[in-house]
């Protein structure tokens, strides 16, 4: 698979090296012994993030140290997440699941060259901020942030 390639070359890591576990699943060994790294692909059309195969894989795992999920594009991780949360029932599975989506690194299959971003007004759109405490703890805060214009 092409996703599998790209991974283990941006990785510099054999491709050899990479074991498929279960339909979907690939656990590759890192360079160094303590990375392990288990990829779970979404891709396809129409793929569904299977929630009991997911957990059943993290608690057989031990020792996981990187969690890569293939997607083909953002808009599906989105709403792939959003299905699978809704449907869970319970608090616990509903925590593991933020959990790991927020733990995991994404890999899109289906990239624009461009993006394109929405603005207001004459351009200006704050898009970044940090928020920061100044001085003692009664100050308020300030937003830092970068202004976009458009050229």
């Known amino acids: 698979m092409k996703f599998l390639e790209n991974i283990t070359e941006k990785m510099e890591i054999d491709e050899n090296s990479i074991e498929k576990i279960k339909e979907r699943f690939w656990k ?26 997911y957990a059943e894989m ?17 808009e599906c991780e989105i709403e792939l997440k959003k299905e699978v949360y809704k449907k869970l029932k319970n608090a616990t599975e509903r ?42 703890v009664h100050s308020q805060k300030i937003i830092k942030g970068r202004i976009y214009k458009r050229v």
């Open 28 to 53: 590759i060994e890192g360079n160094d012994f303590e990375d392990s790294y288990v990829i779970y692909d979404c891709s396809k059309e129409g793929d569904k993030f299977d929630y009991q195969e």
């Open 58 to 74: 993290m608690n057989l795992e031990e020792g996981i140290s990187y969690q890569i999920i293939v997607f083909r594009n953002w």
């Open 95 to 136: 925590k593991n699941l933020l959990r790991w989506f927020d733990r995991k690194i994404s890999y899109y299959t289906e990239l624009e060259d461009s993006i394109k971003l929405e603005v207001e007004g004459y351009g200006e759109n704050y898009l970044e901020y940090a928020n920061c405490l100044n001085g003692p």
